[in-house]
């Protein structure tokens, strides 16, 4: 209290001595300014973007990308609510574990526990509920996905077409309902490797567990039994949906698990676990 605070004027250093020059993004620090040394100031830049982008889960302790987790918010009420898009306001809590985990967490109290230190009270209240309602939350954003992309136009049903553009190598995901003919998604299937140049990899597409009523119903189609996504952004956002949704549901999923490549994605970039550069899901 009582002391005035000075301004330095950019280019003027303390006692008049002047400043050293402002580094640029190819410039290494000195270890300054809470850097490491040899640190780029865009380097730095970029640090500080992943750490904004990290979160905590509540249950486990792990950290990971905000797309990785599930975000829980607390609505009116009081009573914890999945935010999986993460855009609900107030204070938000993250978890990274699946079902069953959650669900045994939520039957010990621990998951009580955790809602209290993280929302810094101990008002909030989860539904018993909450697991089943986080599943529903998922499937319906990765359906949501799915009709997007759809009229967006970077979605192909119908067997002839898809089978055309694979060949062609333009289909970049291709699923087929749970429900499909194995010899409709084998012929599928081959068309893709080949427009893929990867023949006798054992590459094929993903079968969800979803049957063609359900996807029918998202995409606003009838009788959709196999889809393809012809655009690699798109691809990687349907596929990382979908990730999220069975990660979570684990063994409920009744079907493939989730080891989702997209063609052409980066490993690096799609927080997908299992995705990979080369092929979509090898036969086992």
Known sequence: MGRTLLRTLPNEGLKGQPRPPVQTGDETSPGDAGRPQGETLRDAHARARTEENTRRCILSGEKDARQGLIRLAVGPDGVIVPDVRARAPGRGAWIGVDKATLDQAIAKG????????????????????????????????????????????????????????????????????????????????QAWRIGRDSEGSGVRGMVLPLERTILSLALGRENVVHLAIIDRGAADRVALALARWQDFIGSEAGAESCTISVQGSSAGEAHVQGIEDEGFEKSR
């Open 110 to 189: 621990k998951f009580k526990g955790a809602l209290a230190r993280a929302f810094k009270s101990g008002d909030v209240t989860a539904p018993a509920d909450l697991s089943t309602r986080i599943g529903d939350a998922l499937l319906q954003d990765a359906l949501n996905r799915l009709g997007l992309e759809s009229r967006s136009g970077r979605l192909l049903t119908g067997s002839e077409k898809i089978d055309a553009a694979a060949r062609k190598g333009e289909v970049k995901l291709l699923l087929h309902a749970s429900d499909a003919g194995t010899d409709g998604n084998r012929k599928l299937d």
